[in-house]
């Protein structure tokens, strides 16, 4: 059974306002200024602006201050830089009299913000990774198993050559593997830390900037400290490779409905049969998966634009209202996506293709035709001018009398050879239907990318080892970010150890 329920509209990404998305994000965003706050502490300490006291006593007042996120009315200001504040707010208050505003020495709110965004598109774009390497290990064991089912194409109403389903689906394959590339770009532009800029003019307090980017997983630091809060970029660079993975699988999506409408014999999705809603209409169903994820995909490619749209729009220096609205729908975007792909890839794996139905429509509209040139250059030893205007007038005829490519007979190419070189050629029925064949027509474009299957067959062992590749890199970034998150842990017991 697919899963045929709606995104929410937070899932979505849309959610109304911008301060509407914050709300529902707080707690996401609330445990990460604490991450924030505590990588600049432990920085702050090994720099030996603090001592161990201090660094100590906020880093103990950061455990309590991490377990409740304030309501939106109770913040000094709106957005994230309101929920910093709320955050800090309640850090002072928890921390020893001594020590209140060690925290935010040397670190501005707008540069904390820029953080967590960053480190909240991080984790959504290796959801997004995930996501859609599920669907394309989906559509590889799909396209593995339908290597010899025939089917048509068509370029748009029209009828052109047939392939098997395996091919097709490499229409689909390769795309998501070009996104998996762009989403390894994103998170590498995604993943620098911010932390050092202050407001825009970085801070006279003896920071080490690489150290609390590494203390946050981070692989290396936005270069200048006005660019580490005004930047807005990445947000884009985000959301435009959610759109590419929602486009892509919309197109597949979008051409399946069009064959479930058209060709209702041509496959099942394995759904159960929904509930009779309207005793007026007792053969009705409510709209299924298949259109739902076509109509979710559409929704995310818009919501993507839009931030794209925001992103031009950001005014130059600190982008604070930029960083709430883009950075708030670009990661439900990211999410989106990711529900996107992991649907699909569960419709994909319930697909039940009736293969014999498929062959049958692979063989109408003369899509093989062409290649009775072919036969008459290759076997009959013609030009391929000749050849060519023979199989025009053959496959002229064959459809002025309503007959497919498998009904042209050698006495219907000798009534064209007689016209256009004077004389028949005599051709074996047998020979031809090798070549008119759709099976046989397919064998014969072995080239690589080509539907034989035996270049299929390396197309998709292709396919697997870059999905593979793309898997070791997601293991190996959570490994890094699991080694930093350690890493921060460590320096902290060791800090809150010493005044012990």
């Given at each position: 059974?697919?899963?045929a329920?709606p995104?929410?509209s937070?899932?979505?990404g849309?959610?109304?306002?911008?301060?509407?998305?914050?709300?529902?994000?707080?707690?996401?965003?609330?445990?990460?200024?604490?991450?924030?706050v505590a990588?600049?502490?432990v920085?702050?300490?090994?720099?030996?602006?603090?001592?161990?006291?201090?660094?100590?006593?906020?880093?103990t007042?950061?455990?309590?201050?991490?377990?409740?996120v304030?309501?939106?009315?109770?913040?000094?200001?709106?957005?994230?830089?309101?929920l910093?504040?709320?955050?800090?707010?309640r850090?002072?208050?928890l921390?020893?009299?001594?020590?209140?505003?060690?925290?935010?020495?040397g670190?501005?709110?707008i540069e904390?913000a820029?953080?967590?965004?960053?480190?909240?598109?991080?984790?959504d774009?290796?959801?997004a990774?995930?996501?859609t390497?599920?669907?394309?290990?989906?559509l590889l064991?799909?396209?593995?198993?339908?290597?010899?089912?025939?089917?048509p194409?068509?370029?748009g109403?029209q009828?052109?050559?047939?392939?098997?389903?395996?091919?097709f689906?490499?229409?689909t394959?390769?795309?998501?593997?070009?996104?998996a590339?762009?989403?390894r770009?994103?998170y590498?532009?995604?993943?620098?830390?911010?932390?050092?800029?202050?407001?825009?003019?970085?801070?006279g307090?003896?920071?080490?900037?690489?150290?609390?980017?590494?203390?946050?997983?981070?692989?290396?630091?936005?270069a200048?400290?006005?660019?580490?809060?005004?930047a807005v970029?990445?947000?884009?660079?985000?959301?435009?490779?959610?759109?590419?993975?929602?486009?892509?699988?919309?197109?597949?999506?979008?051409?399946?409905l069009?064959?479930r409408?058209?060709?209702?014999?041509?496959?099942?999705?394995?759904?159960?049969?929904?509930?009779?809603?309207?005793?007026?209409l007792?053969?009705?169903?409510?709209?299924?998966?298949?259109e739902r994820?076509?109509?979710?995909?559409?929704?995310l490619?818009a919501?993507?634009?839009?931030?794209?749209?925001?992103v031009?729009?950001?005014p130059?220096?600190?982008?604070v209202?930029?960083?709430d609205?883009?950075?708030?729908?670009?990661?439900?975007?990211?999410?989106?996506?990711?529900?996107l792909a992991?649907?699909?890839?569960?419709?994909?794996?319930?697909?039940?293709?009736?293969?014999?139905?498929?062959a049958h429509?692979?063989g109408?509209d003369h899509?093989?035709?062409?290649?009775?040139?072919?036969?008459?250059i290759?076997?009959?030893?013609?030009?391929?001018?000749?050849?060519r205007e023979?199989?025009?007038?053959t496959?002229?005829?064959?459809?002025?009398?309503?007959?497919?490519?498998?009904?042209?007979t050698?006495?219907?190419?000798?009534?064209?050879?007689?016209?256009?070189?004077?004389?028949?050629?005599g051709?074996?029925?047998?020979?031809l239907?090798?070549w008119?064949?759709?099976?046989?027509?397919?064998?014969?474009?072995?080239?690589?990318?080509?539907?034989?299957?035996?270049?299929?067959?390396?197309?998709?062992?292709?396919?697997r080892?870059?999905?593979?590749a793309?898997?070791?890199?997601?293991?190996e970034?959570?490994?890094?970010?699991?080694?930093?998150?350690?890493?921060?842990?460590?320096?902290?017991?060791?800090?809150?150890?010493?005044?012990?």
């Open positions: 059974m697919v899963d329920a995104f929410s937070a899932a979505s849309n959610a109304g306002n911008a301060d509407d998305r914050l709300a529902a994000d707080g707690a996401t965003l609330w445990p990460l200024i604490g991450r924030v990588a600049h502490v920085m702050l300490r090994e720099a030996g602006v603090l001592d161990d006291a201090a660094a100590a006593a906020v880093l007042a950061l455990d309590g201050v991490t377990r409740g304030p309501a939106g009315d109770q913040r000094e200001s709106p957005g994230t830089v309101g910093i504040a709320a955050f800090e707010g850090l002072d208050a921390t020893a009299r001594g020590a209140v505003g060690a925290g935010a020495l670190r501005a709110r904390t820029a953080a967590i965004w960053r480190l909240t598109l991080r984790d774009l290796l959801a990774m995930a996501a390497a599920a669907a394309r290990r989906s064991d799909l396209a593995g198993e339908q290597v010899f089912t025939l089917m194409t068509f370029a109403s009828a052109v050559q047939p392939t098997n389903l395996a091919h689906l490499g229409g394959i390769a795309p998501l593997a070009r996104a590339e762009r989403l770009a994103a590498a532009e995604v993943n620098r830390g911010p932390l050092g800029a202050g407001a825009l003019a970085s801070t307090v003896p920071i080490d900037r690489e150290r609390a980017a590494a203390l946050l997983g981070c692989d290396g630091t936005v200048g400290s006005f660019d580490a809060v005004a970029d990445h947000l884009a660079l985000a959301a435009e490779t959610a759109a590419a993975i929602a486009a892509t699988l919309r197109r597949l999506l979008s051409e399946l069009t064959w409408r058209a060709d209702p014999e041509s496959f099942r999705l394995g759904e159960t049969a929904a509930p009779v809603v309207d005793p007026g007792p053969g009705f169903r409510p709209p299924v998966a298949l994820l076509v109509a979710d995909a559409r929704r490619e919501d993507a634009a839009s931030v794209v749209r925001l031009a729009e950001a130059y220096g600190p982008a209202a930029a960083l609205d883009g950075g708030a729908l670009a990661s439900a975007t990211l999410r989106g996506t990711a529900a992991e649907r699909t890839a569960g419709l994909v794996a319930a697909l039940e293709v009736n293969r014999a139905y498929l429509r692979a109408r899509t093989t035709s062409g290649d009775l040139a072919l036969f008459l290759g076997e009959e030893g013609l030009d391929a001018a000749a050849a023979i199989t025009l007038m496959v002229r005829r064959a459809i002025e009398q309503g007959l497919e490519a498998s009904g042209i050698p006495q219907m190419i000798d009534g064209a050879a007689l016209l256009v070189i004077g004389r028949e050629l051709i074996e029925v047998e020979n239907g090798h008119l064949a759709p099976r046989r027509y397919l064998e014969r474009r072995g080239a690589s990318g080509g539907p034989a299957p035996a270049a299929v067959r390396d197309d998709l062992t292709r396919e080892e870059v999905l593979l793309d898997e070791r890199w997601r293991e970034r959570h490994g890094r970010l699991a080694s930093a998150a350690a890493e921060l842990e460590r320096a902290i017991a060791e800090i809150t150890a010493a005044t012990d």
